[in-house]
């Protein structure tokens, strides 16, 4: 799975702040593995994640599972799922940081996914 994110969070997610990934959908398939790219500036693919868990529930038990390591600030949280009666979370296991960015197109990809796309 390819998924477009800020590059304030990759930051978060390469240094371990952010060990969940959040979305307002569910991936329409069970994914092992989710490629990173760094919208703009950067707009590369900068690595990978292991996704060792989903959550799936009300957007406050979601985030009182995962305030510590979330790597957004409750206010945005708040933002991201108003209105909404559940929120996504993706579990990161093992990250990689690719030691090259590489280009949408190295993966035959013409433009940027808008949230994600299956790969």
Same mark, same amino acid.
């Given at each position: 799975?390819? $998924?477009?994110?800020? /590059? =304030?969070? *990759?930051? %978060? ?7 969940y ?33 989903? $959550?799936?529930?009300? /957007? =406050?038990? *979601?985030? %009182? ?15 991201y ?39």
């Amino acid at each position: 799975m390819l $998924i477009s994110i800020n /590059p =304030e969070y *990759v930051e %978060k997610i390469f240094s371990g702040k952010k060990r969940y990934e959040f979305r307002k959908v569910r991936f329409r398939s069970d994914v092992e593995k989710m490629i990173i790219y760094s919208t703009a500036p950067v707009q590369r693919i900068v690595g990978e994640a292991e996704i060792v868990g989903i $959550i799936e529930d009300e /957007p =406050e038990k *979601v985030w %009182k599972m995962t305030a510590d390591y979330s790597g957004i600030d409750k206010t945005f949280f708040d933002s991201y799922y108003r209105g909404k009666d559940k929120a996504v979370v993706y579990k990161l296991g093992e990250i990689k940081k690719y030691q090259e960015p590489v280009k949408l197109s190295d993966f035959g990809i013409n433009f940027a996914p808008q949230s994600f796309i299956n790969t």
